[in-house]
């Protein structure tokens, strides 16, 4: 299907199609809206994103996004250096900052093992991450990632890794998980079977 | 809300959420997909729109997107050069053009008539479309606006601008417009109270 008035614009309506979650009336839609705008502000769009990829950085600690050679969280002295908490990707880093509750760094995986899609653990950030955990002075490791099937199969083996990692006073290394249940708003019999059998059986004390 | 781990991120982010229909989340998501694809496919995608925005011309006849100084169809030796199709914008031709129904010309107007925007008749191509009838070939002009207040507005006043065109031999210009009804696959119990009434008053002869 290539019945676009012009050779530019069907490029143009291709490559934004390209991308995730955009079709090809959007993204028809958004090109022509870019075509309206003034030349200035499709500089500043293209320009954007081209200095994004040109010039992004990835912290050489914890593998975030970031400007500098170290991210902000891991130069800052306001927070946790005994917690890490360890995360699938950029975007998770930003959805934990955004809860407000967490204070310790971060370790960014990259992904997670897959067999499925043929990542491995040498593929991910894990072998940094153990070497970050026996070099530095962390006291606890929390996983904070996907509760898929590819999620746990990492956890197990982020856990095998460093389950016998004792701390300088020899108190062994805590490893903990994110908590699964029930959502935050959600009616019990709309749970799905899974999570609600879950939530029963790590059921916590009531506390006031 | 900048919490961000990289300025460059979040001027990506802004940029993309500036169009039409994107949230910061689901731009969040694309730039972060651009990034994680190669170079050369991030310099694709700026490339084509770059080049889009700075050399897509418009037909000096007919004001749709072009590559050339004269669009493909107003060149085109197969087809009706008799016939113009009046519409809002560029995506209408390409719509038109899709349904394969159709072989005249095109005129785009760039806009319609809508005092509430400050959009008047000099605003879009009302006199180009004017003089392109009275210097042309043109027996029949179809007016194909939307069926909106501001579409009815427009549709009027070309009709009074051109009601008292006449061609070469004396038989006057024939002006039409659109069907509008029950759309094809539509429930009658469904449809709009206006959309029926008008279907009803402006019935067709039932042929075999």
Known sequence: MNNYPSILLSDAVD??????????KTALRLVLHLLRQPNKDVEAFTGAITRLK???KYCRVCHTISDQE???ICQ???RDKHTVCVVENVQDVMSIENTGQYNGLYHVLGG???PMDGVGPSDIEIDSLIKRVESGDIHEVILALPTTMEGDTTNF?????LQNTTLH???PLKISQIARGVAIGNEIEYTDEITLGRSIVNRIEFKL
């Open 54 to 56: 040109q010039e992004v």
């Open 112 to 114: 997670i093992i897959s």
């Open 70 to 72: 170290v991210c902000p």
């Open 76 to 78: 800052s002295h306001s």
């Open 157 to 161: 083996y982020i856990y095998r890794r």
């Open 169 to 171: 006073d020899t108190t």
């Open 15 to 24: 490559q934004v199609a390209s991308l995730p979650g955009i079709g090809r």
